[in-house]
T-cell receptor, first 109, second 117 residues
């Protein structure tokens, strides 16, 4: 079993839709949870990070962490074609990041 | 924000040659840099952790003699793929770590695409 599981997609939605991206994990020691966005042939860029359980909002993006269920989510409101990318969840383990496999998102105009 | 650069962005080489990839933190000093490898449509796999002035720590299954890492200064780490073969073709990404309180944020470079013929 992988430490971090993420549905690879692709996920195709119309412009303006609410997008829900999710990851599950097995290691209860993880404390920091990150979401990265990666455009094709580019390095990942950090969207949000959350410490422990709870919600965090930044503009159109909301990150949720449920440590009891070992489940994290990223919601994107009013999705735009420019949001089309691969979204990777990542978790901090002793200063190393463990990444999910990434979900490809396509927002159709 | 913190900027990390990589050079070259793209390289093609013949089998058996060595390739050096540079990773630089442009506007901050990074005591720790990481090297990742990413195959198409797959996630980033950590290869090694590089600390300035000391030997790199390699992940299990990564050949130390094949992937030479040097972290000579607080702003520069290099990855040398020695005697490259077609199976080494991949997207190599570095990151540099900036300590923010108790959370060590990693800033990623744009990646280097290596194609070995």
């Amino acid at each position: 079993q992988k430490e971090v599981e993420q549905d690879p997609g692709p996920l195709s939605v119309p412009e303006g839709a609410i997008v829900s991206l999710n990851c599950t994990y097995s290691n209860s020691a993880f404390q920091y949870f990150m979401w990265y966005r990666q455009y094709s042939r580019k390095g990942p860029e950090l969207l949000m990070y959350t410490y422990s359980s709870g919600n965090k909002e930044d503009g159109r993006f909301t990150a949720q962490v449920d440590k009891s269920s070992k489940y994290i989510s990223l919601f994107i409101r009013d999705s735009q074609p420019s949001d089309s990318a691969t979204y990777l969840c990542a978790m901090d383990s002793s200063y190393k990041l463990i990444f999910g496999s990434g979900t490809r998102l396509l927002v159709r105009p | 924000g913190a900027v990390v650069s990589q050079h070259p962005s793209w390289v093609i080489c013949k089998s058996g040659t060595s390739v050096k990839i540079e990773c630089r933190s442009l506007d901050f000093q990074a005591t720790t840099m990481f090297w990742y490898r990413q195959f198409p449509k797959q996630s980033l796999m950590l290869m090694a952790t590089s600390n300035e002035g000391s030997k790199a720590t390699y992940e299990q299954g990564v050949e130390k003699d094949k992937f030479l890492i040097n972290h000579a200064s607080l702003t520069l780490s290099t990855l040398t793929v020695t005697s490259a073969h077609p199976e080494d073709s991949s997207f190599y990404i570095c990151s540099a770590c900036l300590a923010v309180s108790s959370y060590n944020e990693q800033f990623f470079g744009p990646g280097t695409r290596l194609t070995v013929l």
